[in-house]
T-cell receptor
Framework: KAGVTQTPRYLIKTRGQQVTLSCSPI?????VSWYQQTPGQGLQFLFE???????NKGNFPGRFSGRQFSNSRSEMNVSTLELGDSALYLC?????????????FGQGTRLTVV | TQLLEQSPQFLSIQEGENLTVYCNSS?????LQWYRQEPGEGPVLLVT?????EVKKLKRLTFQFGDARKDSSLHITAAQPGDTGLYLC???????????FGKGTKLSVIP
């Protein structure tokens, strides 16, 4: 059974550009969550999608957005990139059956903004 | 204020030693998960605990969920270099699908 796949693994962008990251969840998983990980702040929740609907949103500016497709694949977009957006972006998928559902992470996309 | 406080932040020990990592909160969680993460990789799920007072063992790792479901601990017996990594606890509150993470404990096991 394939795990969570994130593409690309590494990305270098310039300030002011925009970027789109992709996440393919484990087959059968309908929930996809996104996290930003930095050395100073740790893992911070961005948003969660379930059946193409955003169900939860973290405390990030509107430059961060996402969506989920009918096949449960998800994308997140960051517009007008800032140096502080440099981070490891992680996607996690879960079955989302009941509230005690386990989350499985992809390897992440390392974004560097220069 | 961090919702989940992990301690210690850094831990460097010799191979064969025992250690305990703590995850504390003033909030109640319906479940708590422990992950291990290696540099440049995503976190890998180790265990999920859901019942207050629950103890789970995974080979040399023992996980405990506090009776009040506000805290948890991870104990490693006879640590090995392969245990090196960042250990993260993450809690899910009742009624929420969101996982809240602690900042992690960075463990180094020296051969």
């Amino acid at each position: 059974k394939a795990g969570v796949t994130q593409t690309p693994r590494y990305l270098i962008k310039t300030r002011g550009q925009q970027v789109t990251l992709s996440c393919s969840p484990i087959s059968g998983h309908r929930s996809v969550s996104w996290y930003q990980q930095t050395p100073g702040q740790g893992l911070q929740f961005l948003f969660e999608y379930f059946s193409e609907t955003q169900r939860n949103k973290g405390n990030f500016p509107g430059r961060f957005s996402g969506r989920q497709f009918s096949n449960s694949r998800s994308e997140m977009n960051v517009s007008t990139l800032e140096l502080g957006d440099s981070a490891l972006y992680l996607c996690a998928s879960s079955l989302a059956q009941g509230l005690n559902t386990e989350a499985f992470f992809g390897q992440g996309t390392r974004l560097t903004v220069v | 204020t961090q919702l989940l406080e992990q301690s210690p932040q850094f831990l460097s020990i010799q191979e064969g030693e025992n250690l305990t990592v703590y995850c504390n909160s003033s909030s109640v969680f319906s479940s708590l998960q422990w992950y291990r993460q290696e540099p440049g990789e995503g976190p890998v799920l180790l265990v999920t605990v859901v019942t207050g007072g629950e103890v789970k063992k995974l080979k040399r790792l023992t996980f405990q969920f506090g009776d009040a479901r506000k805290d948890s601990s991870l104990h490693i017996t006879a640590a090995q270099p392969g245990d090196t990594g960042l250990y993260l606890c993450a809690g899910r509150r009742a009624g929420s699908y969101q996982l809240t993470f602690g900042k992690g404990t960075k463990l180094s096991v020296i051969p």
